[in-house]
């Protein structure tokens, strides 16, 4: 799978912001889907999870009622809605396929990357 991010840019705090994630290579509703962040001098982390169906989600806790996840089968693409933005959201944002079609919380569960794209928040 080819995975392909965007809509990234720079926000001031409480601004929206969409990403979108095309895929192409492989059947995209064979896969669970995430949005993982890697902000300067940190650990990338997982921001939101979503199955194959779209009809289970998981969410951090640091952006949960915040951030959310949807994906459209049709087009094999995923996007994460981002509302309410804070400096902290400022990082590089990945989507990723992973290894099965449930929702995935562990990195290592997820095979695929696309290249990131940067969304920087200004307070």
């Known amino acids: 799978v080819q995975l392909q991010a965007s809509g990234g840019g720079l926000v001031q705090a409480g601004d929206s912001l969409t990403l979108s994630c095309a895929a192409s290579g492989r059947t995209f509703s064979n896969y669970g889907m995430g949005w993982f962040r890697q902000a300067p001098g940190k650990e990338r982390e997982l921001v939101a999870a979503i199955n194959w169906s779209g009809l289970s989600a998981y969410y951090a806790n640091s952006v949960k009622g915040r951030f959310s996840i949807s994906r459209d089968n049709a087009k094999s693409a995923v996007y994460l809605q981002m509302n309410s933005l804070k400096p902290e959201d400022t990082a590089v944002y990945y989507c990723?396929?992973?290894?099965?079609?449930?929702?995935?919380?562990?990195?290592?569960?997820?095979?695929?990357w696309g290249q990131g794209t940067l969304v920087t928040v200004s307070s």
């Open positions: 990723a396929a992973a290894l099965h079609a449930v929702v995935t919380t562990m990195e290592r569960g997820y095979g695929y």
